[in-house]
């Protein structure tokens, strides 16, 4: 039989990754919550899972460390690897926004010669100042990135939203969307060749759930 690897984001999505894959039948959450490994067998021993950083996930697939990844589509758009993407999946609905101090001049974002904007999506946030004629500093924070305005380190920030609390109780708003962002499944170009047939059956699995949960959502 052919197992495959799957590559799983660590953080704050992977309580939903895990709840996903079980309703599929591959169900990780024992071996986590009694093990630190990085290296898992569901508890059906039909699919094995390796644990990364978010980031991390499209390169393990692009070089075949693993078949298959679940990342958002804010990771996928600013690693740009070369990956197939079969199945959108129906969890970490988020946006990649630009916000900025309630309290900033109302101009228009084209208006700003070179305006210091800290992010941790350095590739997309620059593309998105480019496509409107603007050369932004980039500062690359990997956390934190709400407060940088707050002290002076930028004039705007470009980071993750979800309902939008924390901007709120920090006295930021958002000004422009970049992209709008889900959980996606990514597979290795040669794995989805050469191991079709183990990878049609687990991509029909996770296809019923994400039926199930639109057929749920629509009632």
Not at 80 to 88: F, I, K, M, N, T
Not at 200 to 219: C, E, K, P, Q
Request: glycine share 6%; charged share 25%.
């Amino acid at each position: 039989m052919d197992r495959l690897r799957i590559a799983l984001p660590k953080g704050r999505s992977l309580s939903a990754t895990l709840g996903f894959l079980a309703q599929a039948g591959y169900d990780f959450r024992e071996s986590v919550q009694h093990s630190r490994r990085l290296l898992v067998l569901d508890g059906a021993g039909k699919l094995e899972a390796v644990f990364v950083k978010p980031k991390d996930v499209p390169v393990f697939v692009e070089y075949g460390a693993a078949d298959l990844g679940i990342v958002g589509t804010d990771v996928l758009r600013e690693v740009e690897r070369d990956v197939y993407e079969p199945l959108l999946l129906p969890f970490g609905y988020c946006r990649l926004s630009v916000a900025a101090p309630a309290d900033r001049p109302d101009i228009p974002l084209r208006w700003e010669p070179s305006p210091r904007v800290a992010t941790s999506y350095p590739n997309l946030t620059y593309r998105f100042f480019q496509e409107r004629g603007v050369s932004p500093e980039i500062i690359l924070l990997s956390g934190s990135v709400e407060l940088s305005p707050l002290v002076g380190l930028a004039d705007l920030l470009v980071d993750m939203v979800e309902t939008g609390r924390t901007l709120r109780e920090n006295g930021l708003v958002e000004l422009r969307t970049i992209l709008h962002s889900q959980a996606e499944l990514i597979a290795n170009r040669a794995s989805y060749v050469l191991k079709s047939e183990a990878m049609a059956a687990l991509i029909d699995d996770l296809r019923r759930v994400v039926a199930r949960v639109g057929a749920s959502d629509a009632v």
